[in-house]
Every structure is written in structure tokens, then in C-alpha cells.
């Protein structure tokens, strides 16, 4: 297997202890879970924000730990969404006084280990509400929105609620907020290269050397089809299409882009695929208000890329705009 | 012919050693229709149980505790989408025989009937889904079965193993409208579910150790 | 080749082409020349500083323009130094007045363009300045350290020299501690999949399954030799402990540390060969300053990760906590 | 017998040609001890020449201002490492025939000294360090051996070519002391220099156009 790891079994636990000692100064892990939240959690008069999932998506979710970003994340193994107890330590520590709010993607794993986490916190009398991610159209149709999974529009949702947080909004707000970002956010993306199970060593999908799937999800999940590789500007028409069709993103709308690496994807290839989508936002009238590319959330060694589109608003425009200082997303 | 305690706390051991078997064929189930780690999940949640289960103080003799215990550490630790399903199914369990040392033929029955109960509660899940559910509630209604023909317990046993391995296999036509596969449509049809293939060897090896027939550890 | 590009001859300008669009809030492109330079260069009063190379190493170069950092990138092709026209354009652009520092790494392609470029620009009286990187103790031993060539160690030159600049520090004094930052910084990689250059399709090398290459330049040039793939622990003890004892690095020194990921391989991955050279400076009882983990100079997917260590003084630490804006290295 | 400007002209269409078609060869040279790129860079640099020769005036007749115009766009456009040794040594080519319409052999060989002149000033480079000046310097010797040995300009060229060639040959065995590839040390030996390999198809192909033996474009 050609990953740089020792036992497994121990992948996680020292990533984490690495992770750990190189961002002592921006935060801590608690001493009995899983879970690392920022350095002077709990923030007095500040809503909490809790996040987490599997492992494997680095630099989610613990990168985005920080001011202007989220509090706490519970850290599950890889591609496994983080039990109950972890969850419910997060909430618990970064409990400001102001109540919680969870942020997490459409997974059954996560719905329910959040969920279960959050009635607990609840009953002890912490105020809690979560705001559920499901920004791949590919995922279901629209009238299952509901199935989608979340997949990279959740750092919008990071971001968002991070800024309207230090802002001292309440929990109802950053919820209303929050949930209308989830709303206007649509992704899909595009894989070549599976990851590597670091269990096995074996990859997480089998393709063929011309091949590449459309609309696959960040553990390697399939998506809507397999088909021969394209050229970047045939291949980000395609997603950019179907996304822009989803909202429907229209003339005149203004569009946070978000172009996410999903791990061997160079940098190079992203900023190619960008120039596309930028093309087609302005043969749609549509104006880019800010645009971030990189691995943001990823699958480990995967190839591909997705395409993320927000609508934005004045408020969502203030929020996107505030400064944040997390672990690996850094805003002046 | 009642089950005693020492035999489900044996249980528990075999359905580990099942699991650690089979965890790359779990993760292989995996991978065509979700994220390649359901054996590894899995795995680790059954060794969270066998952990809490040793932490029992040697009087113990409570099997409704030792399920919930088993519940509760799945829960609390087990992560993934199996952890709160497994979880509390075992929870639910443990709840309908709290206070038995031993377990009659009726108790089992309503043991996996409140297992059953516990996943469909939790994951909102109904026959032909392809999840878990399609393994054990099929499995439950051999059971009941078979207890109101009168049968003896080690045919009992032996029809719900097969009734759950025919649930198991039954996933592999359906279409999945739960969990991680439900986003395939059309493509997740053709493969077994994982959860549905882990809860035929939680059954069997489950099962098998109650009947004193050894480990009962196969696949 | 999985790789999303359109033609091969048109991914550089394609790439600029994004990229521009994509950051044109920060920086602008010389209507002449593949040069990049910062928004508001000529700054007025502040030594300019340029840097280029080749492209296919992104964030380098290109990601690093911005305040606190570079001010201007002569753009190469893929692997190759850009031409002397570009970089003499670059000088010309960013000099404010105070004169110029160029910033390459110790390839004979870019120190002769860069060096034709300076001589260029001093002819018509504009004070220019360099500094050549070599932290790459792979390429050649400690006796011929003018012959080895440049690695991750760049990212630590702009970074100090341009907090330096914003400081409004001279060009003599930029190029003493530059050259000090330099001196005092060695790396060295390991790689296990190489790059697929787009020109033909072709892997940059050839290697087995399960083997992988030590000292491996970012461009894929071969490095000291062959291996075995090795537990994450093992290759990170080799390879730091060939960094420690090429400086030396000694009991008591404090270092910023680099992890650089060379393309596809995981920041999971790196964060665990950060937990061993934490583990192993602990027991040469070498302190670590400040630590940066991630992709910062790739060879666009090849696998693997170089280690870096830089040995501070009083005023390296003063510039390395010095805020800074870039495009792709932003520190608060 | 002396060469006339369109001569010259055409060997910089007939260079590019050559590379065009050696482009992957120079790449799959420059792989083991290089970067992969060398084919691409030397026929980059050539088209660059042949936009900038395709720009003089009609009426140019100097062969001096062809080779310095070549020489200046490679300087100033062509990069990489062998941007600055090309491009400084079209220059230095074009300095010592400046103002000729035509070349004699005594002009021909002195052309090619100050090229080679040029590589080494611009690269530091000597004979036996396994770059593009092991092709071109024992060119030279032969090419002066041919001048003060009275030959034929036919033979002189083919025999240049062949010193060429076996100069070419000759950085198979060396150690690299120059450039990317002597970072390598003893793992450099065994590959011919991916320069040496371009400088010889930029020399063939010049010297065989000189000839009027036609496009001379082969490998
Ligand atoms: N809502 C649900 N109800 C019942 N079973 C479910 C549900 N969601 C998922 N499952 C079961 O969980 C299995 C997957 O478990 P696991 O691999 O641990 O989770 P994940 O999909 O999060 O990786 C599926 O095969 C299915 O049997
Ligand atoms: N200092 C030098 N003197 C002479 N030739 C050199 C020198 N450095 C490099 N070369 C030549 O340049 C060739 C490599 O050119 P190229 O691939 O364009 O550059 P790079 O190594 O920057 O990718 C080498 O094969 C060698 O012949
Ligand atoms: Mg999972
Ligand atoms: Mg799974
Ligand atoms: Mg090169
Ligand atoms: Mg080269």
C-alpha cells in the first residue's frame, strides 16, 4: 500500500496526536474523547458550534477549529461517523451559555449519532439545534432533497456560522442562517482515482483506466454515472450545468464558488476547471462574489474535484466576508 | 430447556471472533454501494462490547444488563451508522428480559423482537429497504413461528438462522431506500447490504452459542 | 491520462487564466508577459521581490504573491525556468524605489534567466539583489552545497524576507537574512508515485509497487537511492535525522518545522509523519517554533512529502510570526 | 562554395522541424536524470525563433542578424536551463559573422567556435561534465582539423556530424557535473544527456540544410 501510515488501527489516533502538537495554539483535546475543540472553549456569551464525521476528509473537520469557524469537532474513525458519547463531550465543552449548534452532513450514521448526542445534551438542559448538510445534487433527486448527502458546501455552512457566531448571534438566528445556506448551496463532483482503505490497503472503487464517475461522494460512494474522461472543459460544463440547474442559480444571482479538491487533484487542474465554471457563470449572467479553491474537504488520496455553488445574500455576503483563523482556512 | 446466563455473555465473545473473520469481507460488501468500512465499524463496535461486558462484576448474572450494557457501549462508542442502529436494538433488548439469569424460548422470541423494534425505531426502517431490518425481521417472524407450532428450541434456532440468511440474500435484489446506498438508486440493486450481511452473522453466531453447539463461528 | 486538462500546450495560460479571475482581488497580470504581480506593486518605498520557476508545483509560486510575501512571479512552463523576459518584466513592475529581491531556487535554468534578468535590470540602474535557495541535502553532499538544488525550503525564504519588506527594511539587509534563512533551513523528500506530465502522459518516473525513492526532487529527479516502502515512522526517522545532522541541528536550537506534501499524498498522512519528527527533535531536545503542514510546493500529484527545518534566531522568529496575505499562504 | 542567408533561414525551419518530431525522445531522455521536459523546452524555444525570424524584414541578407535574432528571442523567451545557453550562443554565433550574406568555410567554423564559446561561457561548462557541450565541442575540433586539413565543405559537415554524434554518445558513460542531472552523481551515468541529444538534432539539422541535401530531418 503506497500511504505513509504505521498500524491501521492507529491511523486516526495519531493523526490526531500529530495534529494535536503541531495546532497546541489553537487548540486542545479533551481528555477522555475523541474530540478536539478550540482553545478557549467555551466561549462566554458565544453559541458553540459543533461539528464532525469520519476521518479521512482532512482538512475536515478539524482544521476548520478556530475563530470565525466552529468550536468543537468529534472525530470518528475513517469514513465513520463519531459515536454518541463524543459528540455529546463536544456540545458539553463548548457550551458558552448560549446553546449549541451541530453541523453535520446527511448521513445516517451522523444524523443519528448527532442526534442521540443532542437529545442527551438537551435533557441536561443545554439548548441544541443542528443544521443537516445535503448539498449533493447528485445524490437524489430534488424531490428527495431530503437523501441528499452533504459534501462540500459544508464549509459554507462552517463559515457562515462561524462569523454569525462571533458576532453574537443567537442560536435561533445561526440556525435560520445557517439552514438558509445549506439551502442555497448546490455541489457535484467528479472522481478518477479511488482512495485507498488504509484497513486493507485496497482502493474504495474499482474504474478502469479511461473511466471517471460523475456525482460521486467524498468516501468514494458512487454517484449518478461512470463514463470515459473528458477534457476539464467538458467535464466542469458538465457538473457546473447541473448544478447551476438544481436551485436554479439565475441571471443576476451572485454565487459564492467553491472548487474542492478531493485529494490528488493538483491545484493546477483546479484552477483549469475554474476558468470553465467562470465562463459559464457569465454566459448565465450569474456574478462570482467570491471564490475559494483547494482541498477543503477531501478523501484522502482520491482524484476528482467538486463544484460548489452558494447564492448569496447581504447577510450571507457580511458572513463570508468576516475573518476567521482556523487550523487550515484562514481568512484576512 | 432454558438459556443461562454465561451463554449470551459467551455470545457476545463469538460474535467478535465472527466479525474479526470477516471484516474484510464486510468492507468488500461495502464498497460498491457505500465507504468500504462496515467491516472495520463493526469490528471495533463488537470489541467496544466485549470491553464494557468484562467490566461486569463476575456476580453478574442479569441478562437484560448484559444486553443493555452491550447497547449502551455500541451506542456511546460504536460510531458509524451501525452504532446507534446495533446499539439500540441491543438496548431495546435487554429492556424486555431485564432481570432474567436465563432465558426461556419465550424470552428469546421477545428479545429479538424488541431488537428488531429497536433498529426500525432508530433508523425508521422498514422491510425491503435493504438495510439490516431485512435480515432480522424475517428472522423474528420465524420465530414467532415456530414458538407458536411448539417447535424445539434447536430447530427454533436452526429456522431463524436460515430465515435470517434468506433475509440477508433477499437484500441483495432490493433497492435501497435507506442509509449511505439509498443515494445509488438503481445501482445499489445487485449487492448484498453490508449491515444486512453483519446482522446474519450477529444472528448466527449469537444463536449457535445459546444452542451449546461451540462457537459456532463460520463464513 | 487521468488528469483533467484541455490540450496539454494550453494548461499554463489556462491555469493563469483561472487563476487570475479567481484572485483578481489580489493581484493583476502584466498585459505583456506570463508575470504575475501583486495588486497594488510598485510598492511605493518597499523592496520588491520577485520569484518564479516552473509551473506544476502550485501553490509555489504563483499562491504565494500578497502582502507580507512576494510581489511578483515570473510564470515558467511545466518544470521549466522562465525565460529572462519575464523575470526582467517582474523586476521592473514590483521595484518601488528600494530596489529588487529575486528569490529562486539553485537550478541551473533559473539561475541563468533570473541572473541575465538582473543584469538586465542593474543596466538600467534598478538595484537588484538574489537569493539562491539550495535547502535539498539529498542533492548533494555538504562539501558541494553550492550544487544542491532548492526544495520546500523557498516557502520559509518568502515568508521571512517578505515580512522583511513590509518592515521596510533595505535590499542589503533582505538579502543577508535571506541568505541567513537560507543557510539555516535543509529538507528533504520521499516520494512513491510520480507525476503525470501533461505533454505526453507519461509518469516522471518509473518505480514498483512497493517502492519508493529518498531525496527525490520535486520535479521527480531521482534522489540518493531506492527503497522499500516503509512504515510512516520509519522513513520520517530517516529522513529527519538526515536533516538534523546536515545543519546540524543541535540540543537547544528552535526550528520551525515543514511538512510539504508533494501532491496526492494525504494531510492524514503527514500529520502522522509530523507526530515522529515531533517525537525525534524531542529527543534531540531541539525545540519547535512554529510548525506548517500541508501542501505548499508540490510536483503537481506525484506522492510523497519532504521534511524542512529552518533554525531560528530573535529575528527569523520575529518575521516567520509576521502576518501575511497570500494567495494560498495567508497567516493572521 | 559559400552558403547563402536563405540557407541559414531555412536550417532554423529544418531545426524546428526536427525537434517537433524528436520532442518525446528529449522528454524520455530527460526522465531518468532530468525532468521530463527537455523536448518540450528546446521545441518551444525553436518555434519562438522561427515567429521571430519569420518577423525580419524581407530584404535581410545579414546572417549575422538571423543568428542574433534567433539567439535574443530563445534568450528572452525560451527558459529553462536551456533557454540562456541556446540563446547566448546563437548570440555569440551571430557576433562573429555579423554583416555576412554568405558564409565561407573559415566563417562557417568560426560560427560554430563562438557557439560553442557561448555554451561554455553562459553554462560554465567544460569538456567531460555531460551536457549539450560534449556534442558541440568536438564538433569544433573537427571542424577546424577539416579547415586547416583542406577539405571539402561536404565532408567537413558530414564529418562534424559524426563528431557530433559520437560526442553525444560519449555523456552516455560520464558523471554529470553540470545542471539538474549532477545532483545525481554516480545515478547519472548510463543515460545520454538529454542537451547533448538536442544539441546534436540542432546541429544535424543546420548543417545538413548548409548542404542542400534537402530537409535533413531525421531520427
Ligand atoms: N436508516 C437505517 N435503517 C436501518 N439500517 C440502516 C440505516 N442506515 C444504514 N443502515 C445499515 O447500516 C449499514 C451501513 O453501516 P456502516 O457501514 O457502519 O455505516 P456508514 O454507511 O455510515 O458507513 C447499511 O448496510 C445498512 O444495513
Ligand atoms: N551549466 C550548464 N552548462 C551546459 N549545459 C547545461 C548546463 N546546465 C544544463 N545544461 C544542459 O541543459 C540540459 C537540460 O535542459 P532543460 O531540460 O531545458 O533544463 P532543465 O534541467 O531546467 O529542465 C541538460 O541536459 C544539459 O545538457
Ligand atoms: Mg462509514
Ligand atoms: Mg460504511
Ligand atoms: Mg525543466
Ligand atoms: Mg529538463
Known amino acids: 500500500m503506497k500511504k505513509f501510515i504505521n498500524r491501521p488501527e492507529n491511523v486516526v489516533e495519531e493523526m490526531l496526536e500529530g495534529f494535536v502538537i503541531a495546532n497546541a495554539g489553537k487548540l486542545r483535546r479533551l481528555p477522555t474523547e475523541r474530540v478536539l475543540v478550540r482553545k478557549d472553549a467555551p466561549v462566554k456569551g458565544k453559541v458553540g458550534i459543533v461539528t464532525g464525521g469520519g476521518s479521512g476528509h482532512k482538512p475536515a473537520f478539524i482544521g476548520y477549529i478556530g475563530k470565525g469557524l466552529v468550536d468543537a469537532v468529534a472525530v470518528g474513525d475513517i469514513f465513520a461517523a463519531p459515536p454518541v458519547q463524543r459528540v455529546y463531550e463536544a456540545i458539553k465543552a463548548v457550551d458558552g451559555g448560549k446553546g449549541v449548534l451541530l453541523c453535520l452532513g446527511n448521513y445516517s450514521g451522523d444524523v443519528m449519532n448527532f442526534g442521540m448526542a443532542q437529545e442527551l445534551a438537551q435533557a441536561e438542559g443545554i439548548p441544541v439545534e443542528s443544521v443537516i448538510v445535503n448539498d449533493d445534487v447528485a445524490s437524489s433527486p430534488k424531490d428527495r432533497m431530503d437523501n441528499r448527502r452533504g459534501v462540500a458546501g459544508e464549509v459554507i455552512l462552517w463559515k457562515v456560522v462561524g462569523a454569525l457566531a462571533e458576532e453574537g448571534a443567537d442560536l435561533a438566528k445561526m440556525k435560520e442562517v445557517g439552514t438558509r445556506a445549506v439551502f442555497n448551496t448546490r455541489s457535484l463532483g467528479v472522481a478518477h482515482t479511488p482512495c485507498i482503505m488504509p484497513s486493507s490497503g485496497k482502493p474504495s472503487f474499482e474504474i478502469g483506466d479511461n473511466e471517471m464517475e460523475i456525482g460521486v461522494g467524498h468516501h468514494g460512494e458512487p454517484g449518478i454515472k461512470r463514463m470515459s474522461m473528458m477534457s476539464a472543459d467538458e467535464v466542469t460544463e458538465l457538473i457546473t450545468l447541473q448544478v447551476i440547474e438544481d436551485l436554479p442559480f439565475q441571471s443576476g444571482d451572485e454565487v459564492t464558488v467553491l472548487i474542492n479538491g478531493l485529494g490528488s487533484t493538483s491545484l493546477l487542474e483546479m484552477y483549469i476547471c475554474f476558468r470553465k465554471v467562470a465562463q459559464i457563470l457569465a ?50 | 430447556m432454558a438459556i443461562p446466563f454465561e451463554r449470551v455473555r459467551l455470545a457476545f465473545s463469538q460474535i467478535l471472533e465472527a466479525l474479526e473473520k470477516n471484516r474484510q469481507y464486510l468492507n468488500d460488501l461495502d464498497a460498491p454501494i457505500g465507504d468500504s468500512d462496515h467491516g472495520e465499524s463493526v469490528t471495533n463496535a463488537f470489541r467496544k462490547v466485549k470491553e464494557a461486558i468484562d467490566k461486569l462484576p463476575p456476580e453478574e448474572r442479569d441478562i437484560g444488563k448484559l444486553l443493555q450494557e452491550a447497547g449502551k457501549s455500541i451506542i456511546f462508542s460504536g460510531g458509524a451508522a451501525m452504532g446507534p442502529l446495533y446499539g439500540t436494538a441491543f438496548m431495546d433488548a435487554g429492556k424486555v428480559v431485564s432481570g432474567k439469569t436465563e432465558l426461556t424460548r419465550e424470552d428469546l422470541v421477545a428479545l429479538w423482537e424488541a431488537f428488531a423494534g429497536g433498529i426500525a425505531r432508530r433508523g425508521q426502517a422498514k422491510v425491503g429497504e435493504k438495510t439490516m431490518y431485512d435480515t432480522i425481521y424475517p428472522m423474528v417472524e420465524a420465530l414467532k413461528k415456530s414458538l407458536a407450532e411448539g417447535k424445539d428450541l434447536s430447530i427454533m434456532i436452526e429456522e431463524a438462522i436460515e430465515a435470517a440468511r434468506r433475509g440477508m440474500e433477499s437484500t441483495k435484489d432490493m433497492l435501497s431506500l435507506r442509509g449511505r446506498s439509498s443515494r445509488l438508486g438503481e445501482r445499489s440493486i445487485g449487492h448484498i447490504d453490508p449491515g444486512a450481511a453483519s446482522s446474519f452473522i450477529v444472528v448466527r453466531s449469537f444463536m449457535e452459542t445459546l444452542l451449546e453447539k461451540g462457537g459456532g463461528v463460520r463464513e
Do not use: N, W
Open chain 1, 283 to 332: 454566459d448565465h449572467s450569474i456574478k462570482i462574489y467570491r471564490t475559494y479553491i483547494g482541498e477543503f474537504f477531501t478523501s484522502m488520496e482520491m482524484g476528482g474535484f467538486s463544484v460548489t455553488l452558494t447564492k448569496m445574500d447581504d447577510e450571507l455576503k457580511r458572513l463570508m466576508d468576516a475573518p476567521c483563523d482556523g487550523v487550515h482556512f484562514i481568512q484576512h
